[in-house]
Antibody, heavy 114, light 107 residues
């Protein structure tokens, strides 16, 4: 069974940084991995993706230059380094993988506020 | 970016009803379309992928159809646990994009 467990969320001031982690299990950690976020009361927005060896990454325009996706295949862990955080980055961040359909983690809440 | 438009935005139905939710893509996406169910405070739950393939463990009361730009999700014999928000998502082209959601409420 695919399991994705996010951690690292919390309250951070505008301009601050945070690193999210996603521990993966139940599948061979060689797939493209994604981050998707959902602001409170809003819809789902794709944030970033990374390929199996980390050589290819893509970002939504809204986070490009501020967020960095990475992975440690030895630890079966996905990361999202978030810098220069803004109030509009406040959201639940989900780790997602496509394996015979989309599989989601439960998410971790990031709140950007002074 | 490909725009995904769901209709209706909200829907009232009764237990036992059959309902259909539509999703239209702004350009062709072949069958690269997924449907999710989300309840308040919970992560999205995958229902359908590849437009019509049922995710493992999802009951057959959920079905999807369509190809190209027009897609539908049908839920038969609504039960109380089915009242939630439903989203479509295209994964044919990056960035991945989602519909705005359809809120299914009890009449």
């Amino acid at each position: 069974e695919v399991q994705l467990v996010e951690s690292g969320g919390g309250l951070v001031q505008p301009g601050g940084s945070l690193r999210l982690s996603c521990a993966a299990s139940g599948f061979t950690f060689s797939n493209w991995m994604h981050w998707v976020r959902q602001a409170p009361g809003k819809g789902l927005v794709w944030v970033s993706r990374i390929n199996s060896d980390g050589s290819t990454t893509n970002y939504a325009d809204s986070v490009k230059g501020r967020f960095t996706i990475s992975r440690d295949n030895a630890k079966n862990t996905l990361y999202l380094q978030m810098n220069s955080l803004r109030a509009e980055d406040t959201a639940v961040y989900h780790c997602v993988v496509y394996i015979s359909g989309w599989n989601w983690g439960q998410g971790t809440l990031v709140t950007v506020s002074s | 970016d490909i725009q995904m438009t769901q209709s209706p935005s909200s829907l009232s139905a009764s237990v036992g009803d059959r309902v259909t939710i539509s999703c239209r893509a702004s350009q062709g996406i072949s069958n690269s379309l997924a449907w999710f169910q989300q309840k308040p405070g919970k992560a999205p739950k995958s229902l359908i992928y590849a437009a019509s393939s049922l995710q493992s463990g999802v009951p057959s009361k959920f079905s999807g159809s369509g190809s190209g730009t027009d897609f539908t999700l049908t839920i038969s014999s609504l039960q109380p646990e089915d009242f939630a928000t439903y989203y479509c998502q295209q994964y044919n082209t990056y960035p991945l994009t989602f519909g705005q959601g359809t809120r299914l409420e009890i009449k």
